[in-house]
């Protein structure tokens, strides 16, 4: 029988909708702390240093994702590799995969943290970033860098302990790490007049703690999923596995922010006000989307456990609960998102004007949610299949391709705000069409290539 057993969940069996509330509830308050590191930065730099340093913070999260996101996408392609093995019930298989994704882990935190400093001034440049902004940007954004090492090490194993079920240990983890937060980008801001540099250290030494207390779990569990320095071993034809699963989401997802680059440039032209109001814009919808990707997470998890133990019938109907779960909490998010916008906007900052466009942008934007409720649990299906492909092709083209071409098309016709802003919600009902179209075409059912263990096996792998 399913179940969670020592900090993992078997979701091969048992009721669906419970199953998924059940992964979803903690991974949903984990990813609320996890957002108060950036909302507090924000509200901290927005009400105690000025609308400039809010703006600047609010600016760098596509240069941070043009990098850290190609890693991202690979960390995903492990997630997906062990939740595989796990619904195929093969422990050592589980166990090189977490051992070869942590060694990946570590190369990957010196490729980054070296060019995360050598680029952003270049990548600043690019976006066009206003002078009265350059400053605090460029200073944010070389402390992130330095810390990268600590967001690495808290993602990687957060999402191991995810692909095996378990929620909580994430949870508790970034509790702990956003009460550091708090109390520190107070301490550090107004207490020593840091300014924007005291939040970005007090960020980078809350995700320290995250990444400690998980990797700590980790080498503690009995779990199949127990990470031990014996065992550290780098598995070429695992990692070939987890690579060609996760290069294409690392692509997608590196892609995506560096085209976001160029549409900040677009926002940047419209001066530090409307940049300061996307800021906060970016952040109420940090939370509003949380309902429906944390599903997605958890029919991602769903559908590689459940391909993993050859359950496909399963897997559909896994997603449309997910799909109905999500146009139902998102359609209850909406309605105070909506009718409050300029309220919650004003939570960040007094400024008028950066009030007036932080309620634009929601405005404008985030109706478009529903759409994502439909797709996002079609991409997860498609992903915990091991077919990243397809999805990468869909939101590129959506997202970056059409985008690009929507913005250069219609800012040369028309200098309206709306009608740039709009450029985020068309490209929204574009990838809504495009997944419908390919999620039916494509034929996931036949990229899983795991066969399930015997029963005898799953017995032993669910009382670890």
Same mark, same amino acid.
């Given at each position: 029988m399913a179940g969670r057993k020592k900090g993992s969940l078997d979701m091969t069996s048992g009721t669906i909708w419970k199953l998924l509330v059940s992964f979803?509830?903690? $991974? $949903?308050?984990?990813?609320?702390?996890?957002? @108060? =590191?950036? *909302?507090v930065d924000s509200y901290v730099v927005g009400n105690y240093v000025s609308s400039q340093a809010l703006a600047a913070v609010g600016s760098t999260g596509h240069i941070t +994702?043009?990098?850290?996101?190609?890693?991202?996408?690979? !960390? +995903?392609? &492990?997630?997906?590799? /062990?939740?595989? =093995?796990f619904?195929?019930?093969?422990?050592?298989?589980?166990?090189?995969?977490?051992?070869?994704?942590?060694?990946?882990?570590?190369?990957?935190?010196?490729?980054?943290?070296?060019?995360?400093?050598?680029? #952003?001034?270049?990548?600043?440049?690019?976006?066009?970033?206003?002078?009265? /902004?350059?400053?605090?940007?460029?200073?944010?954004?070389?402390?992130?860098?330095?810390?990268?090492?600590?967001? $690495?090490?808290?993602?990687?194993?957060?999402?191991?302990?995810?692909?095996?079920?378990?929620?909580?240990?994430?949870?508790? !983890? @970034?509790?702990?790490?956003?009460?550091?937060?708090?109390?520190?980008?107070l301490?550090?801001?107004?207490?020593?007049?840091?300014?924007?540099?005291?939040? &970005?250290?007090?960020?980078?030494?809350?995700q320290a703690v995250s990444g400690i207390f998980v990797m700590t779990v980790l080498m503690t569990t009995d779990g199949p999923h127990r990470v031990s320095l014996r065992k550290m071993k780098f598995h070429g034809k695992i990692f070939a596995r987890v690579f060609a699963i996760g290069i294409p989401s690392a692509l997608q997802m590196s892609? #995506?922010?560096?085209?976001?680059?160029?549409?900040?440039?677009?926002?940047?032209?419209?001066?530090?006000?409307?940049?300061?109001?996307?800021?906060? =814009?970016?952040?109420?919808?940090?939370?509003?989307?949380?309902?429906?990707?944390?599903l997605s997470v958890a029919c991602a998890t769903f559908a590689g456990q459940n391909i993993g133990a050859g359950q496909n019938d399963r897997v559909m109907k896994g997603m449309k609960v997910s799909q109905n779960l999500?146009?139902?909490? *998102?359609?209850?998010?909406?309605?105070?998102?909506?009718?409050?916008?300029?309220? @919650? #906007?004003?939570?960040?900052?007094?400024? @008028?004007?950066?009030?007036?466009?932080?309620?634009?942008?929601?405005?404008?934007?985030?109706?478009? =949610?529903?759409?994502?409720?439909?797709?996002?649990?079609?991409?997860?299906? $498609?992903? +915990?299949?091991?077919? #990243?492909?397809?999805?990468?092709?869909?939101?590129?083209g959506s997202f970056v391709v059409f985008r690009q071409i929507y913005l250069f098309i219609f800012t040369r016709i028309t200098d309206s705000f709306l009608v740039m802003a709009f450029a985020y919600p068309a490209g929204w009902v574009v990838n809504f069409l495009a997944t419908l179209f390919v999620f039916y075409k494509t034929k996931w059912k036949e990229r899983c290539l795991i066969q399930p263990k015997t029963p005898p096996q799953e017995e032993n792998l669910q009382e670890a």
């Open positions: 979803t509830i903690p $991974l $949903l308050l984990g990813n609320v702390f996890q957002q @108060l =590191y950036s *909302t +994702g043009a990098l850290i996101g190609f890693y991202s996408g690979l !960390a +995903g392609g &492990a997630g997906i590799v /062990v939740s595989q =093995y619904g195929a019930k093969d422990r050592d298989m589980v166990s090189k995969t977490v051992h070869t994704a942590i060694i990946m882990t570590l190369m990957m935190c010196a490729v980054i943290t070296v060019l995360g400093v050598l680029l #952003t001034p270049g990548m600043l440049r690019m976006m066009k970033t206003p002078a009265d /902004v350059w400053d605090d940007a460029l200073a944010y954004l070389t402390i992130t860098f330095y810390g990268t090492t600590a967001l $690495l090490i808290y993602n990687i194993g957060a999402g191991i302990l995810q692909a095996v079920g378990n929620t909580r240990t994430p949870l508790i !983890a @970034l509790i702990i790490s956003a009460v550091t937060n708090v109390v520190l980008d301490v550090f801001v107004i207490y020593f007049n840091m300014g924007v540099r005291g939040v &970005a250290w007090a960020t980078v030494i809350a892609v #995506t922010s560096f085209s976001n680059m160029f549409v900040q440039a677009y926002i940047n032209a419209f001066g530090s006000a409307c940049m300061a109001g996307y800021t906060i =814009y970016a952040k109420i919808d940090s939370f509003a989307m949380l309902p429906m990707s944390c999500s146009l139902l909490c *998102t359609g209850v998010v909406l309605i105070p998102l909506l009718l409050f916008r300029e309220q @919650l #906007t004003s939570f960040f900052n007094a400024d @008028l004007e950066v009030i007036r466009y932080g309620g634009i942008w929601i405005l404008t934007i985030s109706p478009f =949610y529903l759409f994502g409720c439909i797709t996002n649990p079609m991409t997860s299906v $498609l992903r +915990g299949a091991g077919e #990243t492909t397809a999805p990468m092709i869909t939101m590129l």
